[in-house]
């Protein structure tokens, strides 16, 4: 059974900086390309980060560029998502996907208020 289970989200004041991890089971984690996409309120599902099958190779959306670190641990089959800077409009429901296969997690909740 393939699983995508995201977490590090919750509350952080503008400025502060989270961390998401995302562990995957149930596929080859190591032999795919991973994204952290994000649902913000009254937008549409925007992808934020790409990393490469290995890492090395990643991509980052204009909107997070210079504030978030997508890396991988093939090893430990898990993704993360370092995020800095935080701004109010960085709040929504962060999910990671292996778009190959069409997988995705549930989401974790990230709200940035003071």
């Known amino acids: 059974q393939v699983r995508l289970v995201e977490s590090g989200g919750g509350w952080v004041q503008p400025g502060g900086s989270l961390r998401l991890s995302c562990v995957a089971s149930?596929?080859?984690?190591?032999?795919?390309?991973m994204r952290w996409y994000r649902q913000t309120p009254g937008k549409e599902r925007e992808l934020v980060a790409t990393i490469g099958s290995t890492e090395g190779n990643t991509a980052y959306a204009d909107s997070m560029k210079g504030r978030v670190i997508i890396s991988r641990d093939n090893d430990k089959n898990t993704l993360y998502l370092q995020m800095d800077s935080l701004k109010p409009e960085d709040t929504g429901v962060y999910y990671c996907?292996?778009?190959?296969?069409?997988?995705w997690g549930q989401g974790t909740q990230v709200t940035v208020s003071s």
């Open positions: 149930g596929f080859t984690f190591s032999s795919y390309i």
């Open positions: 996907t292996c778009p190959a296969r069409d997988f």
